[in-house]
């Protein structure tokens, strides 16, 4: 049972680059969601996902899109790589009560 | 606006040395309160949800318990594989689909 699939682990992105960080997850979950972490911070929410068609903005949305065409799948897209993008990513999925996530192993992101 | 400090930001305790990390929130309205451990270079694993002031989960050598303004992550008699960071999230009713996370603690185990 893979779980919430995350590619790629590791990536540098030169300024004003864009790139795409992909999320899948098999366990048939409405919900889904895009985290950043930074060192010796929390999780901070940037986009969710209750259902195919169906996405919110969290907490720090900005530099940042998302699409959900299917259940299985979240992509985040990063338009005009900044230095501030700079973090570990998160993808993760849940039943519909949000509670217990099921998080991705992460991506490594530098923007340099 | 919801709000989650988790202390002490570091722990180093010898191998069999029980403490206690603490998770203090606000948050209007709790819906649940999460625990997650996370490991370096992994994503967060989920460890136990806590609905109402009183409750307490226990998994191996950890128990979570909750009151109305924290909650208390105890260990007892740890080992070295317990070594991680513990995270502590809470979700409100308003933002169902949305945690709201704690810096977490580093806790490191000596053998």
């Known amino acids: 049972n893979a779980g919430v699939t995350q590619t790629p682990k590791f990536r540098i992105l030169k300024i004003g680059q864009s790139m795409t960080l992909q999320c899948t997850q098999d366990?048939?979950?409405?919900?889904m969601y895009w985290y950043r972490q930074d060192p010796g911070m929390g999780l901070k929410l940037i986009y969710y996902?209750?259902?195919?068609?169906?996405?919110d903005k969290g907490e720090v949305p900005n530099g940042y899109n998302v699409s959900r065409s299917t259940t299985e799948d979240f992509p985040l897209r990063l338009e005009l790589a900044a230095p501030s993008q700079t973090s570990v990513y998160f993808c993760?999925?849940?039943?519909?009560?949000?509670?217990?996530?099921?998080f991705g192993q992460g991506t490594r992101l530098t923007v340099v | 606006e919801d709000q989650v400090t988790q202390s002490p930001e570091a722990l180093r305790l010898q191998e069999g040395e029980s403490s206690s990390l603490n998770c203090s929130y606000t948050?209007?309205?709790?819906?649940?309160l999460f625990w997650y451990r996370q490991d370096p270079g992994k994503g967060p694993e989920f460890l136990f949800t806590?609905?109402?002031a009183g409750e307490e989960k226990e998994k191996e050598r950890l128990k979570a318990t909750l009151t109305k303004k924290e909650s208390f992550l105890h260990i007892t008699a740890p080992k070295p594989e317990d070594s991680a960071t513990y995270l502590c999230?809470?979700?409100?009713?308003?933002?169902?689909?949305?945690?709201?996370f704690g810096q977490g603690t580093r806790l490191t185990i000596n053998p």
């Open positions: 993760a999925s849940s039943y519909p009560d949000g509670g217990e996530a099921f």
């Open positions: 366990m048939n979950h409405n919900y």
């Open positions: 996902s209750v259902g195919a068609g169906i996405t």
């Open positions: 948050v209007s309205g709790l819906r649940g």
């Open positions: 806590l609905y109402s």
């Open positions: 999230a809470v979700q409100a009713p308003q933002g169902a689909q949305k945690l709201v």
